[in-house]
């Protein structure tokens, strides 16, 4: 994330590369020695596997002259809604629990942390809130590959539902309607570049009112909230 600052001792490894990539490969170098600190010490205490350890990306690349990155071909960037703008890399390291090397093209997001985690260390979650996430051992012990409830986002007047193959996103108007919808098989279209919304109009008016009723959701979870500050 912008500003990119690294300290002298690594950029000094990246003299021959310009002065973004000196600072970019220098904090990913840090960042790396780091959590290899980090695992060495939970091998150390043999606490490595009642550890999990997590990493993803918080959103897609700037791509601009200022922060170059690339989104691998997916549509968008940082700030959009489209799959350049959201889908990221995310890596779960939980030795003797996750075999290593494997790999998953499950949709998970952050809010699946907690119920997650609260499932491992045997917690009950308060059911009168509710949670956008689901509980992910399943994806880690390599038989769950239908996701239960999509994903949703909503930023900058854009508003977005995922579920395992499809993608509805939208325009949200002045009015909070939902407009401009777009729809998109993303296993067979993955960079979001032929909207079938208009050949499945059935799927696109269903995934549009889960849409609405997670957006309500959220507008009442966030009033109660405001309510007791």
Known sequence: HLPVVSGSKYTEQFAELTPYERHYFGCLTAMDEQVGRLRKALDRIEASNNTLIWFCSDNGPEGNSQAPGTTGGLRGRKRSLYEGGVRVPGIVCWPGHIKAGSRSTFPATTSDCLPTIAKLA?????????????????????????????????????????????????????????????????????????????????????????LQAWRASCRKSLAQYRSKE
Request: aromatic letters at 6%; a negative charge; hydrophobic letters at 35%.
């Open 122 to 210: 045997g917690a009950t979650l308060e059911t009168r809130r509710p949670l956008d996430g689901i509980d992910l051992n399943g994806v880690f012990q390599g038989n769950l590959t239908t996701r239960s409830t999509p994903i949703g986002f909503e930023t900058r007047g854009q508003a977005a539902w995922t579920s395992n193959r499809f993608k509805l996103i939208g325009r949200v108007t002045a009015n909070n309607e939902l407009d401009s919808l777009e729809l998109y098989d993303l296993l067979k279209d993955p960079g979001e570049n032929s909207n079938i919304a208009a050949s499945n109009p059935g799927r696109a008016a269903t995934m549009s009112r889960e």
